[in-house]
């Protein structure tokens, strides 16, 4: 896959992007998760239009451990040359670089078609590490590993913003905003 899709789609070239999604749907919001997001919106662009999507429901949304690797290996095999999501831990990170795809993380609080349309317009850009640190199922609650753990999601979410550009994504929760880099300008975010 190597010399496919430049940043910003420039041309007539094809190409597919995978999107994090909160719902099975173009109107959907990025979800900031990558290995744990509801799904994949995969849409095909030639010259800059979009010609159709595909969704595909997340199998590693309920995966004990693992979950990066495997939304990797899903959007892997669909043939996805860009990636754009809230949050990729290491090893997706890893998985999605050697299979030559981009990735463009630090997305979030806009709709599926509005994170495509920026990347065409050359507003998103390839993000150059992981955005989160990996954990494990030794690293986590053991109710949040067994679905059992009470209080998740409470109140609005919290915003990390970057004090160079002004760039704003959802927190992601257990990572500190100082872990998230800006997917604009390369500037460790802050917590709004």
Known sequence: MDGVGDPGGDGGERMKIAVSAMADNMDAMVDARFGRCAYFVIVEVEGNKIKGYEVIKNPGVTAIG???????????????DVVITGNVGPNAF??????????VAGVGGITVKDAIDRYLKGELKETSAPTTPGFGPSTMNPGARLGTGRGRFRGPPMECVCPNCGFKMTKQRRIPCAQSICPRCGTPMVRA
């Open 66 to 80: 693992g979950a990066g690797i495997q939304a990797a290996q899903i959007v892997v095999g669909k043939g996805v």
């Open 94 to 103: 890893r998985a999605l670089s050697t299979a030559g795809i981009k990735i």
